[in-house]
């Protein structure tokens, strides 16, 4: 798909970008794509929309660089799957439709994965417009990712994979994630990932690369509480999935808990909700996993 050929002069990337409901924040990405200083690139956009809003936008930077836009039915892992299939460059990215690359974060990640050709994977952490990190609780050092500390060190928008382990790993799993149509609405990268180190691949973690996303800020409202809910849902799916012990599960929990209260006690009600939502999404998920 890139327009370049793949070990000349450097790594190409396919940025594999699903999106569905989103304009400005699509445009947003694109053009912090425009501003990169690395460029063997180009995107594999998914389009979930069915009312043609992203024309526009892709018409706007289809010269800038190699653009490819396909469409599919809803779902995060479906969008992600129908663009495997147009895979050619030698890395391959999963960005948020609402996150931004730093001008030089494929400039970075490109030297890395030279720097240590041993490995078949990295990942990065995510940042707010702060530098502060958002998401999850990172881990401060560069380390490698474990079944231990999967849940530390990758989420999706900023994991990055040699094509071999894609073709080798295979589809997104198509009942996990927002949009699958099942309960279980969240963690399908984690799963990829895990997946990818069952089958023997070595996946880096490095907190010095950075992709910009802010922290989802809930509101409080059962349609807030709903999503919660599915995504620790799914998040339990995949621990039993893949044969994590219950002692783990009841931990991830407890942390939950004690943050809802956390915030329940300094009057951050939506917070709180969302948190313990969150929590209870993952003690039924667990069973019915």
């Given amino acids: 798909m890139t327009s370049q050929q793949p070990g000349a002069g450097g790594p190409t990337f396919d940025l594999v970008l699903a999106t569905i409901g989103r304009t400005d924040e699509v445009d947003r990405f694109l053009e912090s794509l425009e501003a990169q200083s690395y460029k063997r690139f180009g995107v594999i956009l998914v389009?979930?929309?069915?009312?043609?809003?992203?024309?526009?936008?892709?018409?706007?930077?289809?010269?800038?660089?190699?653009?490819?836009?396909?469409?599919?039915?809803?779902?995060?892992?479906?969008?992600?799957?129908?663009?495997?299939?147009?895979?050619?460059a030698d890395l391959i990215a999963f960005p948020d439709d609402d996150c931004i690359y730093p001008p030089h974060l494929?400039?970075?990640?490109?030297?890395?994965?030279?720097?240590?050709?041993?490995?078949?994977?990295?990942?990065?952490?995510?940042?707010?417009?702060?530098?502060?990190?958002?998401?999850?609780?990172?881990?401060?050092?560069?380390?490698?990712?474990?079944?231990?500390?999967?849940w530390r060190t990758a989420v999706a928008t900023a994991i990055?994979?040699?094509?071999?382990?894609?073709?080798?790993?295979?589809?997104?799993?198509?009942?996990?994630?927002?949009?699958?149509?099942?309960?279980?609405?969240?963690?399908?990268?984690?799963?990829?990932?895990?997946?990818?180190?069952?089958?023997?691949?070595?996946?880096?973690?490095?907190?010095?690369?950075?992709?910009?996303?802010?922290?989802?800020?809930?509101?409080?409202?059962?349609?807030?509480?709903?999503?919660?809910?599915?995504t620790g849902m799914g998040n339990s799916r995949v621990l039993r999935k893949h044969g994590y012990p219950l002692w783990f599960a009841a931990y991830r929990v407890a942390q939950l808990v004690a943050g809802s209260t956390y915030f329940l006690a300094r009057g951050r009600v939506g917070l709180g909700r969302f948190y313990w939502a969150m929590a209870r999404g993952r003690v039924v998920g667990w069973i019915r996993g």
Avoid at 52 to 71: C, D, M, N, T, W
Wanted: charged content about 25%.
């Fill in 47 to 88: 389009d979930q929309n069915d009312d043609g809003r992203l024309k526009p936008i892709l018409a706007r930077y289809s010269g800038a660089f190699p653009l490819v836009h396909e469409v599919s039915k809803a779902g995060l892992s479906r969008a992600r799957n129908v663009a495997l299939r147009r895979l050619t």
């Fill in 106 to 150: 494929l400039a970075g990640v490109a030297d890395a994965f030279g720097e240590h050709p041993e490995l078949d994977g990295m990942t990065g952490r995510t940042i707010d417009q702060s530098r502060r990190s958002s998401f999850l609780l990172w881990e401060k050092e560069p380390s490698l990712v474990m079944r231990k500390n999967v």
């Fill in 160 to 230: 990055f994979l040699r094509r071999p382990v894609v073709e080798r790993v295979g589809p997104f799993d198509e009942s996990l994630g927002a949009g699958s149509g099942t309960e279980w609405g969240s963690g399908e990268e984690t799963d990829y990932v895990l997946r990818a180190l069952a089958a023997g691949f070595t996946i880096g973690y490095d907190p010095g690369i950075c992709v910009v996303h802010e922290s989802p800020q809930p509101e409080a409202g059962p349609r807030s509480a709903r999503k919660a809910y599915l």
